[in-house]
């Protein structure tokens, strides 16, 4: 496959992610309710967007057309195991362009074998006489399958490095400028993961082109820019994007002499593109971290090691997005019904609605001030993260949880029921009634709670029970049902 980047000759690596189209899109994976369920929720497979890994090639090669061999190979997964599949491209990249679809068959033959992803286990993954080796976190375990350089991605901005939290936590537009693919998707990636374990709900590319099919959608200036993150290289994006409300620059503008003396024009949009910063009206709501970032600087001087500067400021990142979550966790984990008003034979009770004005009046008392030191308008943070789409994707997530754990006490609470006592004055209705809701939960609904399978069982034993009480014919029915 050719993915031509301009730019220099060698090789280059990078990523991009695609909106599947609608017409194709094609039933969840088996396992992937298992695989979620498990995988932290910056892990988990997507259903309506493909990951793309890169290795590309440009070397002058006389034998060429156009002077130049030029070749990519692509892989194509719905996991964000950004690390592992670098790596793997490294391994086979160089391989296939040397003997090209031979290789790649045996590689693919190999890859085949591979077992599933489980969160929490090492994968042991043997290709090209090589094992590779990767721990697949487990939940609130920090991860190492898809880990970036964070300080590199992040130094050439680390004074606005808590402008751009809030940025993403907040789900705003923001379109990063760079001067290679590889600098861009490492920049667009480093942004998303920096509300971990909070999950970015937005939409995301890595490396966006004139190309994608979005551009005309993102281009426009009819409407307001999506909720979206975009990475481009492409100087045609200044003009066209210019509209966007924050604009990061990252890489360095290098000329020669000669390229001084380039028309005024040409010199400025090249300046306005690589001139590193951000381009923003925003005003943050706390204030900054001088600490982290004398700590990191005086690292630099120092010259502590990248991967232990990028430990500092991803553990900062953590207990900060941890800080902000935490009210809200316990705020809605209020919201759960008591357990004791879960009865056998009546429907699991509302989880009461969240209000926002009653989880402002929490903060008080119990709000990030307790974990976190830094000062300022936590208040108005919460008001504008409430109308954002990473809040709207937290709550779905939550309270989807939280009804399924209503759902798995209340089959528990029927299993600890005297069924038999409960039958003696019921009318036949109202038996077939039961035996049709505790059906339903066993197979529209019990595949995706948390229960153990000794409680499906039992349930299952219930209906027999329930069904052995009943008429010959109902029997037959229900039987057949």
């Not at 907040?170 to 490492?186: D, K, N």
């Not at 509209?243 to 400025?268: A, C, N, Q, Y």
């Not at 381009?279 to 991967?307: A, V």
């Not at 553990?315 to 997005?321: F, G, M, N, V």
């Amino acid at each position: 496959m050719i993915f031509s980047v301009s730019g220099g000759l060698g090789d280059t690596q990078f990523s991009f992610r695609l909106r599947q189209s609608g017409g194709q899109r094609t039933a969840h994976y088996e396992d992937d309710g298992e695989y979620n369920r498990e995988a932290p929720l910056t892990l988990q497979r997507e259903s309506a967007h493909y990951f793309g890994y890169v290795y590309f090639r440009q070397v002058k090669d006389s034998s060429m057309k156009r002077g130049y061999f030029q070749k990519s190979l692509v892989l194509v997964s719905r996991l964000p195991y950004v690390n592992l599949f670098q790596s793997l491209l490294q391994l086979i990249a160089p391989e296939y362009f040397d003997k090209l679809e031979p290789c790649l068959e045996a590689v693919c033959n190999e890859i085949d074998q591979w077992p599933p992803p489980v969160p929490g286990q090492t994968l042991n993954l043997p290709v090209m006489g090589v094992v590779i080796q990767n721990l697949l976190p487990a939940p609130l375990v920090l991860p190492s399958i898809h880990e970036l350089d964070l300080f590199r991605c992040f130094q050439p901005v680390l004074i606005h490095i808590q402008m751009l939290w809030e940025l993403m936590l907040l789900g705003e537009p923001i379109v990063v400028m760079a001067p290679s693919p590889t600098v861009s998707s490492e920049m667009v990636l480093a942004l998303t993961s920096c509300l971990a374990p909070l999950k970015y709900c937005c939409d995301y590319r890595p490396y966006f082109t004139i190309h994608d099919s979005e551009f005309k959608e993102y281009t426009t200036r009819t409407q307001a820019p999506p909720n979206i993150v975009v990475g481009v290289t492409n100087p045609f994006f200044i003009k066209t994007l210019q509209h966007w409300p924050h604009i990061l620059r990252v890489g360095e503008l290098r000329m020669s002499g000669k390229d001084l003396f380039l028309t005024s024009g040409i010199f400025l949009v090249l300046y306005f593109f690589f001139n590193l910063g951000i381009y923003t009206s925003y005003k943050t709501f706390l204030h900054k971290d001088k600490t982290l970032i004398k700590r990191l600087l005086k690292g630099i001087q120092r010259k502590r090691p990248s991967e232990v500067q990028s430990a500092l400021l991803r553990r900062h990142l953590l207990e900060l997005t941890q800080s902000f979550i935490i009210p809200l966790e316990h705020y809605i984990a209020s919201l759960m019904p008591l357990q004791r008003a879960i009865t056998p034979w009546k429907n699991p009770p509302q989880i009461r609605p969240f209000r926002q004005e009653d989880f402002m009046k929490t903060l008080e008392h119990a709000g990030p001030q307790l974990t976190c030191v830094l000062k300022g308008d936590w208040l108005g943070l919460y008001r504008r993260f409430f109308k954002s789409p990473n809040f709207d994707g937290w709550y779905r997530q939550r309270h989807k949880e939280m009804t399924q754990k209503l759902e798995a006490l209340h089959l528990e609470a029927i299993c600890e029921a005297n069924i038999v006592a409960w039958m003696k004055d019921k009318s036949e209705v109202e038996i077939v009634d039961l035996v049709l809701k505790l059906r339903e939960k066993l197979v529209t609904r019990c595949q995706h709670l948390p229960v153990k399978e000794e409680t499906l069982q039992r349930v299952g034993l219930y209906i027999e029970t329930i069904i052995g009480s009943l008429p010959e014919d109902l029997q037959t029915v229900l039987h057949h049902h």
